[in-house]
T-cell receptor
Framework: DQQVKQNSPSLSVQEGRISILNCDYTNSMFDYFLWYKKYPAEGPTFLISISSIKDKNEDGRFTVFLNKSAKHLSLHIVPSQPGDSAVYFCAASPILEYGNKLVFGAGTILRVKS | NAGVTQTPKFRILKIGQSMTLQCTQDMNHNYMYWYRQDPGMGLKLIYYSVGAGITDKGEVPNGYNVSRSTTEDFPLRLELAAPSQTSVYFC?????????????FGSGTQLSVL
């Protein structure tokens, strides 16, 4: 029972274009969402987050959009660069949970072609 | 600036063998976590610790044990290795308790049980 789903295992984008990575969740008790990026042979690193009280959060080339009614969030990377090629994990955090019990999606492999 | 260090990076075990995955962090974080990632799946929480001497089970604790005698170290013990424990293991830490706290991950241990 995957509560956080990243339905696209991979995505290929041309350098300079927009990359859009999608994430769907099923649990309405999630109220905080994070994106992590992972390079081969490295651990995930935090990229950007968003609270459910917002519908958009921007950090440089990275913007996360949240559609609570659709239980959907997306990560936009503009413009995409070859160094953005990595696995991107969506993670969700439920309210009223003790500790940091994030629920992760399976990840999307992004390839940015030069 | 080491961050979170995991050893070993790779290991092959025979069924029934035991081993300890080492994790140490130099950021003086109180909160530490062990995750596993199976192919096509998101990271799942095995155990976590909110400080020296305090540990608790995550989502998939069966077959594992942990201890936290110091702030820096959080080893994960496999007592009787089984093929189902073939996975990539990530240790992580965070500065504060909280669902919104970003995690700092180690580079992972790839374990195969044959």
């Amino acid at each position: 029972d995957q509560q956080v789903k990243q339905n696209s295992p991979s995505l290929s984008v041309q350098e300079g274009r927009i990359s859009i990575l999608n994430c769907d969740y099923t649990n309405s008790m999630f109220d905080y969402f994070l994106w992590y990026k992972k390079y081969p042979a490295e651990g995930p690193t935090f990229l950007i987050s968003i609270s459910s009280i917002k519908d958009k959060n921007e950090d440089g080339r990275f913007t996360v959009f949240l559609n609570k009614s659709a239980k959907h969030l997306s990560l936009h990377i503009v413009p995409s660069q070859p160094g953005d090629s990595a696995v991107y994990f969506c993670a969700a955090s439920p309210i009223l949970e003790y500790g940091n019990k994030l629920v992760f999606g399976a990840g999307t492999i992004l390839r940015v072609k030069s | 600036n080491a961050g979170v260090t995991q050893t070993p990076k790779f290991r092959i075990l025979k069924i029934g063998q035991s081993m300890t995955l080492q994790c140490t962090q130099d950021m003086n974080h109180n909160y530490m976590y062990w995750y596993r990632q199976d192919p096509g799946m998101g990271l799942k929480l095995i155990y976590y610790s909110v400080g020296a001497g305090i540990t608790d089970k995550g989502e998939v604790p069966n077959g594992y044990n942990v201890s936290r005698s110091t702030t820096e170290d959080f080893p994960l013990r496999l007592e009787l290795a089984a093929p189902s424990q073939t996975s990539v293991y990530f240790c992580a830490s965070s500065e504060h308790e909280g669902r919104r706290e970003k995690l700092f991950f180690g580079s992972g241990t790839q374990l195969s049980v044959l």
